[in-house]
């Protein structure tokens, strides 16, 4: 059956535009979009109709570098319980990490996580490879195979691989093939141990700091690293406002280099973690909020292009430890659009933007068809109503892991249905 969901308050990231009308969905794909009611096709047994009640419909999320715990960590997090969150988050591409027990390193191990994704998980999901075998950075991964068996980009993820020598082979192999990179902009001497950013309230809470200056560091070392090999490179997370000098000055020296920053250090800052809350330990650790609003500016310039989760699901007893020793990371597949609202709420980002970086940007880097709202692209649609209010109760998400930030927290932003392919995965029909 063809679907028509009618009177939607249409995001287009490509054209930046809000506008009302309704949108034709017919095998698997946007068949048509409507700018008119008396336009729009007549009943008939094979034609669905919704209409979506003025509330908003944009593409899919697609979100670049979520951690699954598949293989060896199922406890954690599985393909299921991922994709029924990212369903109800209206993330309907998931772009999994590769750190994984063992890490997604062999055309074996890869073609086992592909296998298992599309047995159980709603969404789409492509998986990223490891640049360094074992994510050790001692000796790279047979990158042409693994490109060959679906990979659609390499990253030792936050192992920065220290070894430049190793970097630059495994670079220019990349080049060769015109493979992406991600890579984590962070000097790994000063940033191990560290919880918190560096500073005075990180000395009054007594908690071990890194500074500002270990991402610039990091960054000014792997952008040699791109000007010597001319890779294809993403920036994984640009979290302060020091790295942002030069993070412009590559794009305007025609390097081909984006970045890209968490929905985390987007909404949160160093504060929050005033209460030794594990929750709000997250790996690079949140910022001051100059830097906070720093990068909010650079997303909303196109300076940052794609926002993601960065989803790191943990179990209870790796967050039941002091801050210092407790594990890093977030869950955030089902939390990332009511967290963006907020930044649509305080005037700092607009809907379209937002998509921009959420969903085309990341798919555009990708290389991905998905990400727009344009006749003939893929049918993966989320409707939302960006103004819902609700309280957070972790234990109601759909993650096997439950530590968010955002717990207890009052937000606005609910999902009311999302489609894959023209499938509805998540809402009531």
């Not at 305007?252 to 005033?274: K, R």
């Not at 049918?379 to 439950?402: E, G, Q, Y």
């Not at 207890?408 to 009531?428: I, Y």
Request: glycine fraction near 8%; hydrophobic fraction near 40%.
């Amino acid at each position: 059956m063809s679907t028509l969901l009618t009177n939607a308050r249409l995001i287009d990231p490509e054209a930046g535009t809000e506008t009302l009308g309704a949108v034709l969905i017919e095998d698997g794909v946007i068949a048509r979009i409507f700018d008119r009611p008396d336009g729009l096709p007549d009943k008939s047994p094979t034609l669905r109709r919704r209409d979506a009640d003025g509330k908003c419909l944009a593409p899919g999320i697609v979100d670049l570098g979520v951690k699954i715990g598949e293989p060896g960590e199922r406890h954690k997090e599985s393909f299921r319980s991922a994709g029924l969150a990212a369903a109800a988050g209206g993330v309907t591409t998931i772009i999994a990490r590769p750190d994984t027990h063992p890490a997604i390193d062999t055309p074996e191990t890869l073609e086992f996580v592909t296998r298992r994704a599309a047995e159980a998980c709603p969404v789409r999901i492509r998986h990223m490879a490891a640049l360094t075998k074992g994510r050790e950075g001692r000796e790279m991964t047979e990158i042409g195979f693994l490109l060959d068996a679906g990979a659609i980009a390499f990253t030792d993820c936050d192992h920065v691989v220290t070894n430049t020598k190793v970097l630059s082979r495994a670079l220019t192999y990349a080049k060769s093939l015109n493979a992406l990179v991600m890579g984590h902009p962070q000097e790994p001497g000063l940033s191990a141990g560290a919880a918190t950013t560096s500073g005075k309230f990180a000395s009054l809470r007594g908690l071990p700091g890194v500074s500002p200056m270990a991402e610039r560091i990091g960054f000014d070392r792997d952008m040699g690293m791109v000007e010597m090999t001319g890779v294809k490179y993403h920036f994984d997370q640009i979290t302060t406002a020091r790295a942002l000098p030069p993070l412009e000055r590559a794009k305007n020296n025609g390097f081909d280099v984006t970045a890209g920053t968490s929905i985390h250090h987007l909404t949160l800052n160093e504060f929050d973690v005033g209460d030794y809350r594990t929750f709000f330990k997250v790996k690079p650790p949140l910022r001051s909020e100059d830097d906070r609003l720093a990068v909010v500016e650079a997303v909303a310039s196109g300076l940052i292009d794609i926002i993601s989760s960065m989803h790191t699901p943990q179990d209870e007893e790796s967050k039941r430890l002091p801050f210092e020793d407790a594990a890093s990371g977030a869950v955030a597949l089902e939390t990332f659009l009511p967290a963006a609202m907020r930044l649509y709420h305080a005037d700092q980002l607009s809907l379209p933007q937002l998509f921009r970086a959420m969903a085309l940007n990341p798919a555009r880097r990708l290389g991905l068809p998905q990400g727009r709202l344009a006749e003939g692209a893929p049918a993966d649609l989320v409707l939302f109503d960006p103004d819902a209010p609700f309280v957070l109760d972790r234990f109601t998400l759909n993650s096997k892991s439950k530590n968010t930030p955002f717990d207890g927290q009052r937000m606005e932003g609910k999902v009311l249905a999302t489609w894959v392919a023209g499938v509805q995965v998540f809402g009531a029909e």
